[in-house]
């Protein structure tokens, strides 16, 4: 209230009051006050109103402040709190990181994709029932075609004979070429071959090129009441189905690998 | 930073007797200081060291005081009066013919804008710039804030006050 034109009006009373006036100011007031009883009685009143209040609400400089109250104590506080929080922040980014480690860690437990030996023994297992029922065209080549092994062989990519499986009572009937889709992405082809014995029974071997982590694998497998004998090595998988005795299927599984893969009896090394 | 600890720690005692006033409860009241010195040393990046400490002190202190307010009558707390009221331990000095008792409850009938002004204004001796920035009001409408409160306390006790003279303009 110490503008450059002092104005003597309401405002100006209550600076008056207020004890916002600079000397000059006041010197002004007081000799408006004299002169004027009613703007004086206002002043009086609002001073006693003053006072009343201040007596009312008393300073309290005499009284000890709580130690709750001091802002050295409160900024230690906002330290350590703020520290924690950093602290809390830090851990659960800690958290996050580990959980979504450990997320893609455990990701094969928990969608764990199909293996390829169950595909291929699925697709094995299918074209068999499919085809042992035909008759007629139980095969798409039959064994005396000319060429049949070298186009099954280009087409699966791996170069394979038909097995000779005379001495276990069965003789190649034929091949076809179907899908071998391992993986659920790219079907690759597959080559069946069929066998019959005397009995009527067929044996069907389901076969694709080896696989890209190329690792040995021995699978026995029941399925819709079908013995499935699965092997995969460097060279070739090999599905073997027949609705034969177990002992039969493994059996013949033996001299399979042997003649297919052209490998020695001392890897025939079935764990199952 | 120890500088604005000892400035905003000589401000304590005048924020408490302030809050003390407005919350009419002496616990209310220092856990209104306590969140307002908590708040303003952790924004203290926010003020401004050239404006005035004291003036922003109680501006934090009053935003706190108006959202508890907010809050409890949207809850709809009533507390009366009466069992609130801080009386002075001692029999104050002759505050003239205003008696302190009804002088107390004038004030509680006071529009909350015209209380915050005025008990701004007369118990901390702020300038009426500083009060109007800690109010986040313009100096006009402090003003008249002022005014229209002592018009109203003089009207409501009036009654022991001397013979009326005059009317209020």
């Given amino acids: ?272 | 930073m120890q500088n604005f600890l000892d400035e905003v720690e000589a401000c304590v005692p005048a924020l408490r007797r302030y809050a003390r006033a407005l919350t009419r409860n002496a616990d209310r009241a220092d856990d209104l200081v306590q969140d307002c010195l908590e708040r303003a040393i952790r924004k203290q990046a926010l003020w401004q060291p050239t404006g005035p400490l004291k003036a922003w002190l109680f501006r934090i202190l009053l935003n706190l005081y108006r959202n508890e307010l907010r809050l409890a009558r949207r809850r709809g707390d009533h507390v009366p009066v009466d069992t609130l009221l801080v009386e002075p331990a001692v029999a104050p000095a002759q505050p003239g013919r205003i008696a302190l008792n009804e002088l107390s409850r004038a004030i509680a009938t006071l529009v909350d804008d015209q209380r915050e002004a005025l008990l701004l204004v007369v118990l901390e001796g702020l300038s009426y710039s500083e009060a109007a920035t800690a109010l986040d009001i313009p100096m006009g409408t402090l003003m008249s804030r002022l005014g229209r409160a002592r018009a109203a306390l003089r009207k409501l006790t009036g009654a022991v006050e001397e013979p009326r003279l005059r009317t209020v303009k």
């Fill in chain 1, 1 to 272: 209230m110490t503008n450059a034109k002092f104005e003597i009006n309401a405002d100006a009373l209550h600076a008056y009051v207020d004890g916002q006036l600079g000397e000059a100011e006041r010197t002004l007031l007081d000799a408006y006050l004299a002169a004027h009883p009613d703007a004086a009685a206002d002043v009086a009143s609002w001073d006693r109103q003053n006072q009343a209040i201040n007596a009312l609400f008393p300073p309290l400089n005499a009284e000890a402040t709580p130690e709750a109250l001091s802002p050295r104590r409160i900024a230690r506080g906002v330290r350590t709190a703020r520290t924690q929080l950093w602290r809390s922040v830090a851990a659960a980014l800690i958290v996050i990181a580990a959980a979504g480690s450990l997320g893609w860690y455990m990701r094969g437990v928990f969608w764990t994709e199909e293996p390829a030996s169950d595909r291929l023994i699925d697709e094995a297992v299918t074209a068999h029932a499919l085809y042992v029922k035909e008759q007629t065209h139980a095969v798409e080549a039959a064994a005396d075609s000319p060429n049949l092994m070298r186009w099954l062989s280009n087409r699966i990519a791996t170069p394979i004979d038909a097995p000779d499986l005379t001495a276990q009572g069965f003789t190649f009937v034929g091949g076809r070429l179907l899908p071998g889709d391992y993986d659920g992405k790219d079907p690759s082809p597959a080559a069946q071959l069929m066998y019959q014995n005397a009995s009527a029974e067929r044996v069907t071997l389901y076969i694709t090129a080896a696989l890209p982590d190329k690792k040995d694998v021995w699978q026995f497998e029941s399925r819709n009441g079908l013995d499935a004998y699965y092997w995969a090595n460097d060279v070739v998988t090999c599905t073997i189905v027949s609705d034969l005795p177990e002992t039969d299927v493994r059996g013949l599984g033996k001299t399979i690998f042997e003649q297919l893969t052209r490998h020695a009896d001392s890897s025939w090394n079935p764990k199952t």
